[in-house]
């Protein structure tokens, strides 16, 4: 079976041809849990993305930045945004938008830690590693006392969820790995495990978002 971070960067790659790609997160049972679009990330900015970027007043660390759209549109803005991502592909894409990015997990030590006035775990990142307290754990150790975590849930209606999945490009599938999803519902107690209290939520264009600060 093909690496998650292959497929993913692939489907990067093909993004904005004549045909589009598509990706499925699916469990290990095949239930769809996510239908993504590679070329949202490669493209422009998404409809619901000025919502995170007004929040967004000081130093920002963007985790799974993907190809940089939301770092880029922050530069332009004259914030100091940085990207990190674990796909060396979207990396690069990300640097041919004339933006700062790195490749490095975001559970490696990470540039100017505790200082970062906003992280983003948009488009579904807050499932990074499979498990969101622990990611929110880590997002709070790298802002400071005042500082945000911006986060996307899952659409009004859905529930949480943790579990390997694999990916599907409608030609293969990915070798299994953790992801998870937290929904509208959840997010007060998945902050409070994690040491946050939710400031605030607010949907745009279909999508859900919580601004979380350090309890």
């Not at 996307?152 to 990915?174: F, I, K, N, Y």
Request: glycine share 12%; net charge positive.
């Amino acid at each position: 079976m093909t690496a998650p971070l292959a497929m993913y960067g692939a489907a990067l790659r093909r993004a904005g041809a004549a045909w589009t790609p598509r990706l499925q997160v699916r469990g290990l049972d095949g239930t769809l849990l996510v239908d993504v679009q590679p070329a949202h990330w490669t493209g422009g900015l998404r409809p619901g993305d000025q919502g995170l970027l007004d929040r967004c007043h000081g130093p920002t660390l963007d985790v799974g930045c993907g190809p940089g759209r939301l770092v880029a549109a922050l530069t332009a803005r004259g914030r100091f945004a940085v990207g990190v991502d674990v796909s060396a592909e979207a990396v690069r894409q990300a640097r041919r938008r004339g933006v700062t990015a790195r490749c490095r997990d975001v559970f490696d030590r990470m540039p100017d830690e505790g200082t970062w006035r906003h992280v983003l775990l948009a488009d579904g990142n807050i499932g990074i590693g499979g498990d969101p307290v622990r990611l929110l754990r880590r997002a709070t150790s790298l802002v400071g006392d005042r500082g945000t975590v911006l986060a996307e849930l899952l659409p009004l209606g859905e529930r949480s969820w943790a579990t390997e999945v694999v990916l599907h490009d409608g030609e293969r599938q990915s070798r299994a790995f953790p992801w998870a999803g937290v929904a509208l519902s959840d997010v007060v107690d998945v902050a409070g495990a994690a040491g946050l209290r939710v400031l605030e939520t607010w949907t745009e264009a279909q999508r859900w978002f919580a601004n979380l600060t350090p309890a």
